[in-house]
C-alpha cells in the first residue's frame, strides 16, 4: 500500500509564528490529500482536502487564511500554521486516498505553540 | 451528518483473552469502512478495509464484520496480547451524500500481562 511521510513528528514554536507541515506520498502519485486534527481524547476531524495543482477545500469552521495548504505536486502536500497560538496547538495527520483501497495515514504532528 | 459512534470507549483485558470492539454509524449508504489502530502520539496504521458489498476480512487474529444495513461493525481480536494495546478507530466512508471518512472516538484498549 501506499507509504505517507510526515514531518516533522513534532515541533514547538512560538506564538505569531508560523510552522510549515510536509506531507509526503513516496510510492503513490496523490491527487487528493486530506488534513486532519485531533486533540487529546478525540477523534479526528478533517479539516481541509487538498487537492494537487487548485485550491484545497476547507470543512466548515476551518479558517483558510490561517490554514495555507499547498499541494504542489502529486507526491506532497504542506500545510502551514500561520501565526500560531496556543489554542493552535495539537495533533495534525495528512492521510492520501487510495481509491478503493482505503486511506493511508502520516505518522502526525505534534504542535505545541508556547 | 454521517456519525459514527464506537463502544466502549475503554477496555482493559488480559492478555489471551478474546474480545470485540463494535463500531456504529447512522447512515448505511457507505462506501467502505476501515478500522485503524493508533499508538499514543502516533499515526494511524490501517489494520482492515470493508467494502460495502462484503460482510467481513480477515487479517491474522483480527476479524472485521459488516452489517451495512443495521449501521455496525464489529472488530474481532483473538488471543489478545500486550502489544495489541492501543486505541481502534473505526472509520466510514461515505454516507448523507458525503465522500469522506468520518471517525468515531475510538476504543482505548489494554491488555495487561
Known amino acids: 500500500g501506499a507509504v505517507v511521510s510526515q514531518h516533522p513528528s513534532w515541533v514547538i514554536c512560538k506564538s505569531g509564528t508560523s510552522v510549515k507541515i510536509e506531507c509526503r506520498s513516496l510510492?503513490?502519485?496523490?491527487?487528493?490529500m486530506f488534513w486532519y486534527r485531533q486533540f487529546p481524547k478525540q477523534s479526528l476531524m478533517l479539516m481541509a482536502t487538498?487537492?494537487?495543482?487548485?485550491?484545497?477545500?476547507?470543512e466548515q469552521g476551518v479558517e483558510k487564511d490561517k490554514f495555507l495548504i499547498n499541494h504542489a505536486s502529486l507526491t506532497l502536500s504542506t500545510l502551514t500554521v500561520t501565526s500560531a497560538h496556543p489554542e493552535d496547538s495539537s495533533f495534525y495527520i495528512c492521510?492520501?486516498?487510495?481509491?478503493?483501497?482505503?486511506?493511508?495515514f502520516g505518522s502526525g504532528t505534534r504542535l505545541t505553540v508556547v | 451528518k454521517q456519525e459514527v459512534t464506537q463502544i466502549p470507549a475503554a477496555l482493559s483485558v488480559p492478555e489471551g483473552e478474546n474480545l470485540v470492539l463494535n463500531c456504529s454509524f447512522t447512515?448505511?449508504?457507505?462506501?467502505?469502512l476501515q478500522w485503524f489502530r493508533q499508538d499514543p502520539g502516533k499515526g494511524l496504521t490501517s489494520l482492515l478495509l470493508?467494502?460495502?458489498?462484503?460482510r467481513e476480512q480477515t487479517s491474522g487474529r483480527l476479524n472485521a464484520s459488516l452489517d451495512k444495513s443495521s449501521g455496525r461493525s464489529t472488530l474481532y481480536i483473538a488471543a489478545s496480547q500486550p502489544g495489541d494495546s492501543a486505541t481502534y478507530l473505526c472509520?466510514?466512508?461515505?454516507?448523507?451524500?458525503?465522500?469522506?471518512?468520518?471517525f468515531g472516538k475510538g476504543t482505548k484498549l489494554s491488555v495487561i500481562p
Open positions: 472509520a466510514v466512508k461515505g454516507g448523507a451524500g458525503s465522500y469522506q471518512l468520518t
Open positions: 470493508i467494502q460495502s458489498s462484503q
Open positions: 447512515d448505511s449508504a457507505i462506501y467502505n
Open positions: 487538498s487537492n494537487e495543482g487548485s485550491k484545497a477545500t476547507y
Open positions: 510510492d503513490f502519485q496523490a491527487t487528493t
Open positions: 492521510s492520501v486516498a487510495r481509491g478503493d483501497s482505503g486511506y493511508t
